[in-house]
Nanobody, 126 residues
């Protein structure tokens, strides 16, 4: 079973940057597609960024494309989310998740993620 622990959240001002980290333990990290997701109270969880085993394939929704970058270091069992030009609407609890997949592909559909971290709060003030 994969265990995930996020860190790096906090309170920043609009326009600032943050880097979130997600440390994984358990089965070989490199066999999992990884993703970052966010949720605000009363709304559905949404996909922020996903990355394949090798890091060669990524996906971003339009809301963060060009501002957020997902990356992974398989040697360190860690996935990162670099967030630049933050906006107040980026305020949410951010979660990382792992999806066991047989191919080096991305997983965009949230229900296909098997393991989740506890989340880290990101608050962007205007």
């Amino acid at each position: 079973q994969v265990q995930l622990v996020e860190s790096g959240g906090g309170l920043v001002q609009a326009g600032d940057s943050l880097r979130l980290s997600c440390a994984a333990s358990g089965p070989p990290f490199s066999m999992y597609s990884m993703g970052w997701f966010r949720q605000v109270p009363g709304k559905d969880r949404e996909t922020v960024a996903v990355i394949s085993w090798s890091g060669g394939n990524t996906y971003y929704p339009d809301s963060v494309k060009g501002r957020f970058t997902i990356s992974r270091d398989n040697a360190k069992n860690t996935v990162y989310l670099q967030m630049n030009s933050l906006k107040p609407e980026d305020t949410a609890v951010y979660y990382c998740a792992a999806a066991r997949v047989p191919l080096d592909t991305i997983v965009v559909v949230i229900p296909e993620y098997d393991y989740w971290g506890q989340g880290t709060q990101v608050t962007v003030s205007s």
